[in-house]
């Protein structure tokens, strides 16, 4: 059964750097696609980037400028990194292996809160 | 306002049956036949339940089923349980040059 389990600060200050990691268990990185999806408090859910592990990585193109994805063969990671945050990027941040032939997202991490503020 | 529009909330007793709707607002999403639905409780991660419109995973109860007419997809629950409330979002693939993924506002159910 794949897992998926998202790590990073709960606490970013406004204008730093948002960094997060992925660690996928009981599967392989290989052969998906793999989505940084996000979830503002009381909102719905916002697909912001997703990966393949030797592709390059798409973004939201609102986002494009501020986001980098990046996979980790060796550690079995996906990591995100948003740039110049503001109160507007504090959301659960979930990790997630993607279909691309289906065009849906069968596997997702618990989710982790992070929250913007000084 | 997302391109996926999703009533705020629905509402049944148990073991009727209730239908979401996922209005599709532009013409960005092609023939909408890469329309997915998930089911979120509170404080949970979602759960796929309908990807390619009308098909389920497998574990998924045949109590959940999809369907699509023109720019309008459907999850319909028959035999409403408690543990069916939650929040449930429909996705479809989108266009590449704003985001390749939308979805739904998210529609809220409460089982009377």
């Known amino acids: 059964q794949v897992q998926l389990q998202e790590s990073g600060p709960g606490l970013v200050k406004p204008s730093e750097t948002l960094s997060l990691n992925c660690t996928v268990s009981g599967g392989s990185i290989i052969s998906y696609f793999w989505s940084w999806i996000r979830q503002s408090p009381g909102k719905g859910l916002e697909w912001i980037g997703y990966m393949y592990y030797n592709k390059i990585p798409i973004y939201k193109s609102s986002l494009k400028s501020r986001l980098t994805i990046s996979i980790d063969m060796s550690r079995n990671q996906i990591s995100l990194q948003v740039r110049s945050v503001t109160a507007a990027d504090t959301a659960v941040y979930f990790c997630?292996?993607?279909?691309?032939?289906?065009?849906?997202?069968?596997?997702w991490g618990l989710g982790t809160l992070v929250t913007v503020s000084s | 306002q997302s391109a996926l529009n999703q009533p705020a909330s629905v509402s049944g007793s148990p073991g009727q049956s209730i239908t979401i709707s996922c209005t599709a607002t532009s013409s960005d999403f092609g023939t909408f036949d890469f329309v997915s639905w998930y089911h979120q409780q509170p404080g949970k991660a979602p759960k796929l339940l309908i990807y390619?419109?009308?098909k389920r995973p497998s574990g998924v109860s045949n109590r959940f089923s999809g369907s699509k007419s023109g720019n309008m997809a459907s999850l319909t629950i028959s035999g409403l349980q408690a543990e069916d409330e939650g929040d449930y979002h429909c996705s479809s693939l989108g266009d590449s040059n704003t985001s390749l993924w939308v979805f739904g506002g998210g529609t809220k159910l409460t089982v009377l």
């Open positions: 390619e419109v009308t």
């Open positions: 997630v292996r993607t279909d691309g032939g289906t065009g849906s997202f069968d596997y």
